[in-house]
């Protein structure tokens, strides 16, 4: 993981093509299912009727691997990509990063956003925002360091 991660997001697309390409996501679901891959596993692994040529996947691969999204080795002739960052690492560095850019925009904005948001879609984690709330409240006050992950509900 020593290169930064790289990657656009874009609000007007859905779940995590909103920062992967639709052959990127592929890409990572089959490499995150195999853990490690040639282009000719992928390839393999893609949905059926999903039409990329060896060629394009070559390509597409090299650039993550430039984006920071998968690591290569060369075995043989071939490469083997892996994701450099397993599923939950990645939803969470890309998360906190999509927050800390909206923030920057209009952080209050943001925030009632979020909020109504969640009130919407799940009221009942609202009472689970709020104790994290009065959570990091203490945790301030006690000088204690929170831990920035964030917790599964």
Do not use: C
Request: aromatic share 10%.
């Amino acid at each position: 993981m020593s290169k930064q991660l790289k990657f656009n997001f874009n609000p007007f697309k859905e779940g995590i093509n909103q920062v992967l390409g639709t052959l990127e996501k592929e890409i990572m679901e089959a490499l995150w299912n195999r853990e490690e891959g040639s282009v000719k596993d992928v390839l393999d692994a893609l949905p059926p009727g999903k039409e990329a040529s060896y060629s394009t996947v070559i390509t597409v691969t090299n650039r993550m691997a430039t984006k920071g999204l998968l690591t290569k080795r060369k075995v043989g002739k071939a490469y083997l990509y892996k994701p450099a960052y397993t599923k939950e690492q990645f939803l969470e560095l890309v998360s906190k990063k999509i927050v800390e850019g909206v923030s920057g925009i209009s952080f209050d904005s943001a925030l009632v956003h979020f909020v109504d948001y969640m009130a919407k879609v799940e009221p009942e984690k609202m009472d689970y925002f709020s104790q994290l709330i009065e959570s990091r409240r203490k945790q301030q006050s006690s000088g204690a360091k929170p831990t920035g992950k964030a917790r599964k509900i």
